[in-house]
């Protein structure tokens, strides 16, 4: 593809020449008396920039030609670094919504390399090409699926979704911390609603049908490719409830009967500090009725061969000891089906309180919540005895920031604070890192190292 984008520049580059250059013809047919015009100085130095032009296109285009994809593809990923200090200098929600509707158009590079061999990984019966995911927050409504995906993620998941839309907090309610590495939100679940999300749903959906029927007429099938219901990756959806709505669990049954179809995995998100009363459904009782109804709802639809999507549970960083156990508790009772750890946290410790935007309120995302919530995951893990999968979310920005929180009793992790700083080149940047870190520990793969720092600090009985 490279060479072919090579030698078309340079076809068009002749050929916009030959259209603009005089006939050498055309001045022999003035009379003789007519002298010919000297050529200015100007010229000299236009035909010498040409001549440069035209060596550097010639050369370059032989060069291309030659490159790999793989290599080719590496380049384009570097480059978008070169966008990151443009989009520092806007709003940070404007940036944001440049940034998703990048990914909507196509503008971001695609990966073409396949992952490390050692970071593919089963869950609930999915195939993961990689563990590293992106997300709820950053795509919202599901305009971009197509183009995250294509960023090379394991998985993407978009939301949180809301029955009825809403516009959210009032702005501003988006602030960087960028020398923390951190942001702080009170977005406030804003979302064009259940019906948007699941028109956009249903045409990716389509898409992803029609691409199959005709791979496999074109091909063999018996290779397994990793991926799901939306494309090359796996696609999670986010629910959450509308501000007003006096019956959260209605809300969120709303959203299974509505877009579970389209889901490879759900997530009841009750833990974002940015919604009012919403956390008070991380107790006990209230999270068991919740997950119960919900599962209901979703075990009545038909479902094919495939079976229903998994749900999980997204709790919050800001729990006590016996807030965990309950968790805990109704996880293991009900069999949910994951839990992710954890959304951000309504906490501020050095060095955020220096920050001046540290005062505002909201979430806190990023790096300063690396430990807090790694410490919450290992916790969670030893009490679910390592029977329920785990998403690790919360200031990953590196591989061994993703190693630890797999060491800690992940099987997948996620980023967004991180990925919204560093951009595309941050996606393999962290896969290469994690499968370095895998090798040097002596593990062959994600799922062996799952853990592993608590089965040292519990023995085996």
């Not at 580059?13 to 007519?34: K, M, N």
């Not at 729990?319 to 946290?345: F, H």
């Not at 410790?349 to 935007?357: F, M």
Request: net charge positive; glycine share 12%; aromatic share 6%.
């Amino acid at each position: 593809m490279a060479a072919r984008a090579s030698r078309k520049l340079l076809r068009d580059f002749l050929f916009r020449r030959a259209c603009t250059t005089p006939i050498a013809g055309a001045r022999h047919c003035s009379s003789a008396a007519e002298t010919a015009p000297k050529i200015p100085h100007f010229s000299k130095k236009g035909r010498l920039l040409t001549g440069t032009t035209l060596g550097l296109v010639i050369g370059g285009g032989a060069y291309v030609s030659t490159v790999d994809e793989a290599t080719f593809c590496g380049w384009l990923f570097s480059a978008t670094k070169l966008v990151n200090p443009f989009f520092a200098l806007l709003d940070p929600e404007v940036a944001h919504r440049l940034g998703v509707s990048a990914a909507a158009r196509g503008w971001v590079p695609r990966e073409k390399r396949p992952d490390p061999s050692n970071l593919g990984l089963d869950v609930w019966g999915r195939k993961f090409s990689n563990p590293v995911g992106l997300a709820a927050g950053f795509d919202k409504n599901a305009e971009a699926v197509d183009g995250l995906l294509g960023l090379g993620f394991g998985f993407v998941e978009i939301g949180s979704v809301t029955p009825v839309p809403q516009e959210g907090n009032p702005k501003p309610r988006i602030f960087r911390l960028r020398e923390e590495g951190a942001i702080i939100n009170r977005c406030g679940f804003n979302s064009e609603g259940i019906v948007a999300v699941a028109k956009r749903l249903g045409a990716q959906h389509g898409k992803r049908k029609l691409d199959e029927t005709t791979s496999s007429s074109s091909s063999s099938g018996e290779e397994v490719k990793p991926g799901g219901k939306a494309g090359p990756g796996i696609l999670g959806v986010n629910l959450g409830k509308n501000k007003t709505s006096e019956d959260a669990s209605a809300d969120y049954v709303q959203g299974v009967h509505t877009l579970s179809q389209y889901a490879d995995y759900l997530v009841i998100n009750v833990s974002s500090p940015n919604t009012p009363g919403l956390r008070m459904l991380q107790g006990r009782k209230q999270l068991k009725d919740l997950v119960k109804r919900v599962q209901a709802a979703r075990d009545e639809m038909q479902w094919g061969e495939e079976g229903s999507p998994p749900l999980l549970v997204k709790i919050a960083p800001d729990l006590s000891k016996e807030d965990l156990e309950d968790i805990a508790a109704v996880a293991l009772a009900l069999r949910l089906d994951g839990l992710i750890i954890s959304n951000t946290t309504v906490s501020r410790s050095d060095p955020v309180t220096t920050n001046p935007a540290a005062s505002e309120a909201g979430g806190l995302s990023g790096k300063p919540l690396f430990n807090i919530s790694t410490s919450l995951l290992k916790e969670m893990y030893i009490l679910t005895r390592g029977k329920i999968p785990l998403i690790g979310c919360g200031g990953i920005s590196s591989g061994e920031d993703a190693y630890k929180k797999i060491r800690a009793g992940a099987s997948l992790v996620q980023l967004y604070t991180a990925f919204a700083y560093g951009g595309p080149a941050l996606i393999p940047q962290i896969k290469a890192e994690l499968s370095e870190c895998l090798e040097r520990d002596g593990f062959k793969s994600v799922s062996e190292a799952v853990g592993a720092d608590c089965r040292v600090a519990t023995p085996k009985v």
